[in-house]
């Protein structure tokens, strides 16, 4: 039993700082101390081997070994314990301090202890050190209680948050089956619709009265239909959803050429700044589409001496994006409500551009910021990650 018992110490000593050093405070003194704590329990359990095979012959030395010299440093790993663990409780945290509570009642106690152990050299049985041990063990059993149900509530938070995901999958899946056929429907429609203009175009010229009145209607109703798919879908080809990696500045260049008879219309004019190397990933026709509905506010936005100007670069992994115009600008109000369905100042707007490129953007893991001043001018500025 004698010999179990100083096994179990030599293996309590260093474990003791181990854990502490873990799970509390891992101060240099203490990984020092527990490295020399365990050469010492080593050194302590050879020399019981060679005690034991030599007949205990050797019992003076090494009851001075794992008794004494032990002892001393058993009562000063204690001393740095506490002193460690009343400096974490001070800092407040909850679990050290019932920690420290627990292991200073069983430092102090032990100490104590052990001291009148070696006052009275070694006439004295020990056992208040019991009440230590059951001490600290009390404010681990506290902590373990603490631990589980600070687990048992991350587990609900983590359930909560998958049947979130899963009905934000279910919703965003049926959008794409939404769009991929408003996406279709929408390119089959823009045909006969111009076909349809153009005759009803032709008829006005010819009729006059009543009719006409009609006929302009008509046209302003067509034309309202086609500003929708403009928006929406310029681009949507009842396609997969390819992405692959794009150029932008072969994109932009592709957009310019669109978008640049427009900007001729309003007498303004759009510079490119791109440098060729710049790539993301994404689909192209969506690409275009958001950034279309972007140049084209701020085409409508422009008065005279318009100018658009786009450039981009790379900065910390990122493609960044800026088209700046020096049209009409926005107060804060409307910038506040970019994005939103259906809203829109312009008497002929659709409210569906800003919302349509926003979608897009953040398909693509992209963020959008504006910045813009009444009367001054408007700046989008486009992040999405780099490809490759
Ligand atoms: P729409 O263009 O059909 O009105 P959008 O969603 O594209 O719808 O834009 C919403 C509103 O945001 C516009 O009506 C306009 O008031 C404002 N806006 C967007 N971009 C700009 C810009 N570059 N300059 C000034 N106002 C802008
Ligand atoms: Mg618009």
């Not at 938070?157 to 919703?171: D, I, P, T």
């Not at 990696?245 to 219309?265: R, V």
């Not at 804060?332 to 800003?354: D, I, W």
Request: with cysteine; glycine share 6%.
């Amino acid at each position: 039993y004698l010999q179990l018992f100083d096994v179990a110490l030599f293996i309590l000593l260093p474990s003791l700082a181990y854990f502490f050093e873990q799970n509390i405070n891992s101060i240099i003194l203490i990984r020092k101390f527990r490295k020399l704590l365990t050469a010492y329990s080593l050194f302590c359990f050879t020399m019981m081997i060679v005690n034991l095979g030599a007949q205990e012959r050797l019992n003076d030395i090494y009851y001075f070994f794992s008794v004494v010299i032990l002892g001393i440093l058993l009562v000063a790993l204690m001393i740095l314990l506490v002193f460690a663990s009343v400096r974490m409780a001070l800092k407040g945290d909850h679990e050290a301090i019932i920690l420290s509570t627990g292991f200073a009642f069983f430092a102090v106690i032990s100490i104590g202890e052990l001291s009148w152990f070696f006052i009275l050299d070694g006439h004295y049985n020990m056992f208040l050190w019991k009440w230590g041990v059951f001490g600290f063990v009390l404010a681990l059993i506290a902590i373990l209680g603490r631990r589980l149900a600070e687990k048992h509530k991350q587990v609900v938070r983590y359930s909560r948050e998958l049947e979130m995901f899963n009905n934000e999958l279910q919703r965003s899946e049926k959008m794409e089956i939404i769009s991929d056929l408003a996406a279709s429907v929408a390119h089959e429609v823009r045909n006969p619709l111009q076909v349809t203009r153009g005759f009803l175009q032709l008829m006005s010229k010819q009729e006059d009265g009543k009719n006409k009145d009609y006929l302009h209607i008509a046209l302003e109703e067509l034309d309202r239909a086609s500003a929708i798919i403009t928006d929406f879908l310029t681009f949507a080809k009842p396609e997969f959803d390819q992405t692959k990696t794009l150029t932008i500045l072969d994109e932009f260049k592709h957009i310019e050429g669109i978008i640049s008879p427009m900007a001729n219309l309003q007498g303004g004019k759009i510079s490119l700044d791109i440098p060729q190397e710049i790539k993301v990933r994404g689909n192209s026709s969506k690409f275009k589409q958001a950034f279309i509905n972007i140049i084209k506010n701020s085409i409508e936005a422009l008065r005279d001496q318009g100018h658009i100007h786009i450039w981009a670069y790379v900065d910390n992994g990122e493609a960044v994006i800026h088209i700046r115009d020096n049209g009409e600008g926005m107060d804060a109000q409307t910038l506040s409500r970019l994005g939103e369905p259906y809203f829109s100042n312009k008497t002929k707007g659709t409210g569906l551009g800003m919302m349509v490129t926003f979608r897009i953007i953040e398909t693509m893991n992209g963020k959008i910021t504006f910045t813009s001043a009444k009367g001054v001018g408007t700046e989008a500025t486009i992040r999405f990650p780099v490809a490759g």
